[in-house]
């Protein structure tokens, strides 16, 4: 029992370093919901392929085989990322308060594509990449328009959010939303986040 009161601080301490506003507990039911949705605990990659395809990809040396016990879950950091992005989105209240308009407007935005977002239980989520202390990411609207339709909110946050060498600072690489803030040119982010889920 003490051990896992110590664990619970320990959690509580690490979401509010990083700035999440959430309990352990209400965290883990994320991170529970989140593992849930995004595959079942042991699959096994064969069952997903018919047999002419299982002997296809057998042959240019695909595994097939289900993890083994000891290995690592690749679905650990899916899973953590996904919650922090449940966790840190804004609801439509949230967002028409940091935005100063009415809760309509915040729907009819998403509807438009002029906000991102996705249906939760409780209602639209809107991530929080696209926010900033004055208003809306500076062209948006633009990169918003080129995101392929099949891409996952926890994609997009991800390109949104991770260093990219085609988007240069200075000498060095930005993410695409410290570029839009620094004024960049939105369509060279548009060009990029075109070809999100695009084999490279």
């Keep these: 029992m003490r051990y896992s009161v110590r ?4 959690l509580e301490d690490v979401l509010a370093r990083a700035g999440l506003r959430v309990t352990a507990t209400e965290f883990l039911s994320l991170v529970e919901d989140a593992a849930r949705k ?3 605990p042991h699959p096994d990659p064969a069952a997903y392929f018919s047999a002419d395809q299982r002997a296809a990809l057998a042959e240019v040396g695909a595994d097939l085989r289900p993890r083994a016990a000891d290995e690592a879950d690749p679905r650990a950091r899916s899973v953590a990322a ?3 992005l ?23 935005r998403v509807s438009a594509g002029r906000l991102t977002g996705w249906k939760d239980r409780g209602g639209w989520r809107l991530p929080a990449w696209q926010f900033t ?7 948006l609207e ?5 995101i392929p339709a099949d891409q996952p909110p926890l994609v997009v ?5 991770t260093l990219q060498e085609d988007l240069m600072l200075g000498d060095r690489p930005a993410t695409p939303r410290d570029w839009l803030l620094a004024g960049g040119d939105p369509v060279r982010v548009a060009q990029l986040a075109s070809v999100l889920g695009t084999p490279a």
């Design 142 to 146: 633009v990169v918003l328009a080129s």
């Design 7 to 10: 664990m619970s601080v320990a």
């Design 157 to 161: 946050a991800a390109f949104m959010t």
């Design 86 to 108: 449940r966790d840190s989105a804004l609801s439509v209240a949230d967002a028409a308060r940091c935005l100063d308009v009415d809760t309509s407007r915040i729907r009819h």
């Design 38 to 40: 995004l595959a079942p």
């Design 133 to 139: 202390d004055n208003g809306v990411l500076p062209g």
């Design 82 to 84: 996904q919650a922090v």
